[in-house]
């Protein structure tokens, strides 16, 4: 998979919410479980994307002598002329992390009822929240999946969450992926504790050293 996501689009949809991010998330795995991933703490073949700007200045000096040693200037000074958007990275680095903790719990009943209400097509039945109701087929087929994955050690093994994630991971909603099956349930999981912020850039405010667009005019003298 390549570092930079195929699916990003400065054009049309660069950093508002809701955009494929700038870095691909599919580049990457989650390790299991209490060991560190095998990527560099510094990718240095990946770079951010480039800054245009075009920058104008136009200036006509009036001399105030004939030694020329004194004149007036009049200067006007355009910065950005195109007011192209010029992307940076989102300076908070404890944005930058991937991944919190994916939920190893059973799925609830509330999540499960969320995820049959969002696909209708599949046709399975919602668990009742009543006290004591039975629980229901596919309610259980679903629960059971991190039931049987956890076998005699009562616990998920290390590497359950590490999986390839799929194009489009991060503007696929949860509720999108099919938790009737184990990889399902695991691209959900993942995909709701995904950082939202991972790899987007912003544009730069118009505080900072490139601007959008900014016209200025000076008059100097010079004596």
């Not at 390549?2 to 950093?15: E, G």
């Not at 919602?126 to 259980?140: E, K, V």
């Not at 093994?157 to 184990?182: E, G, M, V, W």
Request: aromatic share 16%; with cysteine; charged share 20%.
């Amino acid at each position: 998979m390549p570092l930079k996501n195929p699916d990003y689009d400065r054009k049309n949809c660069a950093y508002a919410a809701g955009c494929e991010p700038w870095y691909n998330p599919s580049a990457f795995m989650l390790p299991p479980k209490g060991q560190l991933g095998t990527a560099p703490r510094v990718i240095s073949d990946f770079r951010y994307p480039w800054r245009y700007t075009f920058d104008l200045s136009v200036q006509k000096n009036f001399n105030l002598g004939k030694d020329k040693k004194r004149y007036l200037q009049f200067r006007a000074d355009i910065f950005n002329v195109f007011n192209h958007a010029n992307l940076k990275h989102e300076p908070n680095q404890a944005t930058w992390r991937m991944f919190s903790q994916p939920s190893e719990a059973d799925i609830t009943i509330v999540d499960y009822n969320s995820w049959v209400a969002a696909n209708p097509q599949r046709g399975l039945q919602p668990q009742s929240t009543a006290a004591g109701a039975p629980i229901n087929p596919d309610y259980g087929r679903v629960r059971d999946i991190t039931r049987n994955a956890r076998g005699a050690s009562f616990a998920l093994p290390n590497d359950f969450f590490s999986i390839p994630l799929p194009r489009k991971f991060a503007t696929t909603q949860p509720n999108n992926f099919d938790i009737t099956t184990p990889e399902g349930l695991k691209l959900y999981r993942l995909r709701r504790a995904y950082n939202p912020q991972f790899g987007h850039f912003k544009n730069f405010p118009p505080e900072t050293f490139e601007p959008m667009r900014n016209l200025q005019f000076a008059v100097k003298l010079y004596f």
